[in-house]
């Protein structure tokens, strides 16, 4: 079956118990057993709910892989993966990786002895040179946050299956509509579910799928032992939101490009970052691995001040962290997204003060233009 067959139709099926066609919510803590020493398919919800596991069970399908989990956030997927690594063990992580994950390697796995180093990975030389005997993960976002930049996703899966190290890679931006790491060679991929996949900002939550059943069993035994959750609720807001991911992705996707398009032939506006114009940098490998060019859209005003104001001056995004929902949001990542990283850091993954990051929405994309041009010109006068 299709994408849009299964996103529908795989894991949350109809309730063979009432015919109910949206999958119950169970709010339970804990199941009855006949004996002591009788385990039914569940006993703590802890380990295992019946709303969840449909919303496992449908990532799991949709991003191919033998097994899905549900977190109470995309940086408890994250973490909760992290803790397959041992003190002495090494990491390589794209420079630009997202703020939360960054701060999360850097001051907490940290001190743990696990150690991360962080490159530039549109160069896989400098991935292949950060590698080190104690080396046993590589991380990557691909396209990345906030300037889109593009990894070989199919090069980095061959490089750490050559090196016998476990791969990784945040779907976040893409979803497994437009992009299935799983298929190119990676091992595990990681969501933060609060953005396109629950796509109406009324959640939190995170996703991790596993290709290899061992590695699997690794993650359901920390998801587990570690009890970073999804709640039944949210499970289902969760799978609910996903059965319109391939519509709604359709709809940002084509605003984007408009917008892209629109925001590169304006004077104020230095520079647009979006897979899909024609020169964008690794365009063609995002060509290769991905089916679309996703819906954000970022962009360098002329200066800080202009920046701010524009950000200031629109009306119909709101301004705010997070992305992938409904309603565009725009954000500056200098002083949201990236503040936590260290300056340094910052300047390296081209985070100054004249980007923004356009979240871009299911508004009709002339409106959003028109706003951002009233934001524009208001300023120029
Ligand atoms: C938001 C985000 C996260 C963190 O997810 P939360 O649900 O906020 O914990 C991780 N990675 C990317 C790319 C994100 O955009």
Redesign the pocket.
Same mark, same amino acid.
């Given at each position: 079956m299709k994408f849009g067959t299964r996103i529908l139709h795989t894991g949350n099926e109809i309730d063979p118990a009432t015919g109910a066609v949206s999958v119950p919510i169970y709010q339970v803590s804990t199941f009855k057993q006949e004996r002591a020493d009788a385990f039914g398919p569940y006993d703590y919800a802890r380990s295992g709910n019946p709303t969840r596991d449909a919303l496992e069970a449908t990532i799991a399908s949709l991003e191919g892989g033998v097994r899905g989990f549900a977190f109470s !956030?995309?940086? +408890?997927a &994250?973490s909760s993966v992290f803790l397959i690594f041992s003190p002495g063990d090494h990491l390589v992580v794209c420079e630009d990786v997202?703020g #939360? =994950?960054h701060r999360v390697l850097t001051r907490l796995f940290s001190r743990l002895g696990i150690e991360a180093s962080f490159v530039d990975f549109t160069d896989l030389s400098k991935v292949e040179a950060a590698l080190r005997d104690n080396t046993r993960a590589i991380f990557a976002?691909s396209p990345s946050?906030p300037l889109l930049k593009i990894t070989d996703l199919q090069a980095v899966a061959a490089l750490s299956r050559e090196r016998g190290l476990i791969s990784i890679v945040?779907n976040?931006?893409m979803t497994p509509y437009l992009q299935r790491p799983l298929a190119l060679g990676i091992d595990i991929v990681v969501h !933060?579910? =609060?953005?396109y996949l629950g796509g109406h900002s009324d959640l &939190? +939550? #995170?996703l991790a799928v596993a290709a290899d059943p061992r590695i699997a069993e690794q993650i359901r035994f920390i998801q587990n032992s570690f009890g970073a959750v999804l709640g039944p609720q949210d499970s289902w807001l969760l799978l609910r939101g996903m059965k319109t991911l391939k519509a709604r992705m359709d709809l940002h996707q084509s605003g984007a490009g408009k917008l892209a398009a629109w925001l590169a032939g304006r004077e104020e506006v230095k520079k647009v970052y979006f897979p899909g114009l024609p020169d964008h940098p690794g365009r063609e490998i995002h060509e290769k691995q991905a089916e679309g060019p996703g819906g954000i859209v970022s962009f360098r005003m002329k200066d800080e001040k202009t920046a701010r104001m524009l950000m200031e001056k629109v009306k119909l995004p709101a301004l705010a962290v !997070?992305?992938g929902a409904v309603e565009s949001i725009i954000s500056y990542p200098l002083t949201m997204s990236h503040a936590s990283m260290h300056p340094d850091h910052r300047l390296r993954a081209g985070v100054t003060g004249e980007l923004i990051r356009l979240s871009v929405g299911l508004e009709d994309p002339d409106d959003l233009i028109e706003d951002l041009s009233q934001a524009m010109i208001e300023y120029g006068r």
């Open positions: !956030s995309g940086m +408890a &994250i997202y #939360g =994950t976002e946050n945040d976040t931006f !933060s579910a =609060t953005k &939190i +939550a #995170g !997070s992305l």
